[in-house]
């Protein structure tokens, strides 16, 4: 376990766990946080030890958004000069699979980062929303965007203008969430993935992100394409040669991600 000023992190079955850790303002992500937060799964992405990730709170919270204490006094100019969002960006790039276990509050800028992880699992009583209409702002790494396109216009504006929560149950509905449990039972669901995942021919694993995130801002014909390098390129790897003769042989396969 590794402790830093604002996350904890750990690494267990090849999961690698950063639980946002500033629970006197319940997990605000400050800008120290974020660069922790891709510190962290940057140097997870060249670990072979780590497979998969999870981003997670405490049983409460997940965050209720960017520390607006720290943001209060800034200009267009300073935040134009300090360019935090390329953080946010670089998290876009981390190859290996997230998931996002959330429970309680997962608001504003925590919520973008709920969005920009892979797969989220959540617990049944978990809010998800976009408050910053409420401080005269509006989201600023992603919120519009990724909301958008998982649900459509009218939904995402109808959120992003009222600022309400909506529940894990209709986040799930919309395709922002893949599964709901028990609040008791999100870590340890989100770990089962991770675990699952974690055990997947790891080529396999990392080609197939890239190119559904390629379907999602490319056209068909594009993404089909990129699909199809990618399919190409696995056939470079031992992990191919071991998994169909796997099955060829009546066995297990053992995938060693070369
Ligand atoms: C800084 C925060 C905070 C935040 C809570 N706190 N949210 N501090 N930034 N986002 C602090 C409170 O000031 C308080 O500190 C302590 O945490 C406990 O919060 P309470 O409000 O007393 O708790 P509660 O009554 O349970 O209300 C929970 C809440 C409320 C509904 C979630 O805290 C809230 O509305 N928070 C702000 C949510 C929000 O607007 N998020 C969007 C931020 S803008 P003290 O010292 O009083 O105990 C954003 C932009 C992203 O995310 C842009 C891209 C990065």
Not at 119 to 145: D, K, S, W
Not at 225 to 253: H, I, T, W
Request: hydrophobic letters at 45%.
């Amino acid at each position: 376990m590794s402790n830093t000023t604002t996350i904890k992190t750990w690494v267990e079955d090849h999961v690698g766990v950063i639980q946002l850790n500033r629970p006197k303002v319940l997990n605000a992500l400050n800008r120290q946080m974020v660069s922790e937060i891709l510190e962290t799964m940057e140097a997870w992405d060249r670990d072979d030890d780590v497979a998969a990730m999870i981003v997670t709170g405490n049983s409460k919270v997940f965050a209720a958004g960017a520390d607006i204490a720290e943001m209060a006094e800034d200009d267009s100019i300073s935040l134009e000069l300090l360019n935090q969002f390329t953080e946010w960006d670089r998290l876009a790039w981390v190859k290996k699979p997230i998931i996002a276990a959330v429970n309680g509050y997962c608001l504003g800028g925590a919520f973008e980062l709920a969005l920009s992880c892979d797969l989220m699992v959540a617990a049944e009583n978990a809010q998800f929303g976009f408050p910053e209409i409420n401080l005269g702002v509006m989201p600023g790494a992603g919120g519009t965007v990724r909301l958008t396109k998982l649900m459509g216009r009218a939904k995402a504006l109808e959120w992003l203008w009222t600022g309400d929560y909506m529940t894990a149950e209709f986040a799930k509905e919309n395709g922002v969430v893949n599964r709901t449990v028990a609040p008791e039972l999100v870590f340890e669901e989100a770990m089962k993935l991770a675990r699952k995942i974690a055990n997947q021919a790891p080529l396999s694993v990392r080609m197939i992100k890239e190119a559904v995130n390629k379907s999602v801002d490319h056209s068909i014909y594009d993404a089909m394409q990129f699909e199809r390098k990618n399919f190409y390129m696995l056939f470079s790897s031992e992990d191919q040669k071991e998994g169909m003769r796997a099955f060829v042989e009546k066995r297990n396969p053992q995938f060693k991600g070369k």
